[in-house]
């Protein structure tokens, strides 16, 4: 019985795709590019329009302003307030979210076919016909300065950040999307029209259209789009930062009980690339996200309990909602490799080390053929998750679009399935180092941390229900790792001290 359920389920989840009608299109009249994914059927109708410009554009003394723009947009236009696009979007129980990253300002808008109307007149306008009322201004610039108090408040966010900006440091992307407390006071809304008038053109915009639509309203939005005037952007070279050697930041908040550690480093890799597949694979071996199948997830969880994940990533990653899944359309040029836990402040420096070591060991060896066909496994049955919704599609085809690899995901499981076990070892001796490595790690007391690290004594301690004596020789070789820090290697900061 169970044989055939899992047959029938996968049947299903693929005639569901197959019933969804994909398409890119150009007007030729407008020269607008439109990714298309037709469900009929789901009375719900999801638009996307991808401003190809994010915070790496910020102007110097500016930073956080792409962020600033974006988030002013649905404040205020020629025909609605503030308060009357609020109350008519919930009136209609519409949805309408604005998010700024490195590279990008995506708007996306969802609403019932039966309201279309209403709510098509919203969105079009919020991109159109912005007009950034000096009071809304005014109350942006406090909610954004509160944004940038609350990740100083959120110690898993704030790891996650500060992790970025030390991989970037000097780079466009080296500053939180949300800038710095002293850049957002300084906005003007003449620097909130300079932003716009410069980026939110017509041949600098990616649009998309997903669910039960027809072609007036595409014909439509691609007509009313065409209103952003044209205009030239030199397009920006986004040179991957070189980290040799080790660093550590280390960031002191008072009364933590857990370190929140992440250790990666810059990648030369995207997904317009051949070799990222295999090592996307050797990620899922590694430690994918809120999977306990990893090789940090059972050393670091399963087997010792030292916390409640660990995990690994071969390009950036936001959480989408509540999924396990990554949030689409955050694409980026240069991207990174990192490592995630937090366990009790305690073990601190043994769960760096046998992260380092879990690296190392899939760096020198590999991955064996039985690991390496379940992994392959498990991605060909969770590939249909990636793909669940007419609106998540079009997100992701949309970054197929930026990223210049259409087709990434169509041929995504053949690409898996071809993949070797020694391109996998060839791919990762290429792309991951765990001697070229940046460490960040929050705690309590920063002078004593940097004294653990540099010290010989690795201490480990145990919650109940664990047997240290089944892990003593297993243990003895992750404390034997060497870390080959040096007390120059170290920068520690306060916490109260960053983004000011």
């Known amino acids: 019985m169970k044989s055939n359920f899992v047959k029938y389920f996968f049947l299903t989840i693929a005639l569901f795709f197959f ?15 439109v990714i298309e994914v037709k469900k009929p059927g789901i009375p719900v109708i999801h638009f996307k329009v991808m401003i190809k410009s994010g915070s790496m554009d910020d102007p110097k003394g500016k930073e956080g302003l792409a962020y600033f723009t974006g988030n002013l947009l649905r404040r205020g236009t020629k025909s609605y307030s503030r308060e009357e696009i609020e109350d008519l979007l919930d009136f209609i129980s519409a949805g309408l979210d604005i998010r700024t990253d490195k590279e990008v300002i995506v708007i996306s808008g969802t609403t019932l076919k039966e309201n279309l109307e209403k709510f098509y007149h919203i969105f079009t306008e919020v991109i159109l016909s912005p007009t950034f009322p000096q009071e809304e201004i005014e109350k942006m610039k406090e909610d954004q300065i509160n944004a940038i108090e609350n990740i100083k408040q959120d110690d898993t966010e704030l790891a996650f950040q500060v992790f970025e900006n030390f991989l970037f440091r000097g780079h466009p992307y080296g500053h939180l999307v949300q800038g710095k407390v002293s850049s957002v006071r300084s906005f003007t ?79 030369t890799i995207t997904r317009k690339d051949q070799d990222f597949v295999p090592l996307y694979l050797a990620n899922i071996y590694l430690g994918r996200h809120r999977e306990s199948l990893g090789r940090l997830y059972q ?35 240069a991207q990174y490799f990192s490592m995630w836990s937090y366990p009790k402040s305690i073990n601190g420096k043994f769960v760096t080390k046998l992260a380092l070591k879990e690296l190392s060991d899939l760096v020198k060896s590999g991955i064996n053929e039985e690991a390496f066909n379940f992994i392959k496994n498990f991605e060909k049955n969770h590939l249909s998750f990636e793909l669940e919704t007419p609106e998540r599609k ?39 180092s765990p001697d070229n490595v940046a460490i960040v790690a929050l705690v309590s007391f920063g002078e004593e941390f940097k004294r653990e690290l540099l010290s010989d004594e690795t201490k480990i301690e145990y919650p109940s229900g664990v047997d240290p004596d089944a892990l003593k020789s297993a243990d003895e070789k992750i404390k034997a790792y060497n870390l080959n820090l040096n007390p120059e290697n170290f920068e520690i900061v306060k916490v109260s001290e960053l983004f000011q």
């Open 189 to 267: 809304r003449d620097d909130v029209l300079d932003f716009y008038n410069k980026h939110f053109l017509r041949n600098n915009i990616l649009m998309g259209i997903a669910g039960d639509f027809d072609d007036n309203i595409r014909n439509t939005f691609k007509t009313d789009l065409s209103q952003l005037k044209e205009g030239e952007l030199s397009p920006d070279e986004v040179i991957v930062p070189q980290l040799v050697g080790k660093k550590v930041l280390i960031l002191e908040k008072e009364g933590r009980t857990q370190t929140q550690l992440r250790i990666g480093h810059p990648l």
């Open 19 to 33: 019933s969804l009608n994909l398409f890119c299109t150009t007007s030729p009249e407008t020269g607008l590019k």
């Open 299 to 333: 050393t670091v969880r399963s087997e010792r309990g030292l916390c409640y994940g660990a995990y690994s990533y071969v390009e950036h990653f936001q959480q989408a909602g509540w999924s396990k899944l990554a949030q689409p359309n955050v694409p980026r040029q």
């Open 394 to 432: 079009l997100g992701l085809l949309m970054d197929e679009k930026f990223y210049g690899n259409p087709g990434f995901w169509e041929n995504f499981e053949k690409r898996a399935e071809d993949v070797t076990s020694e391109e996998v070892r060839k791919v990762v001796k290429e792309y991951l």
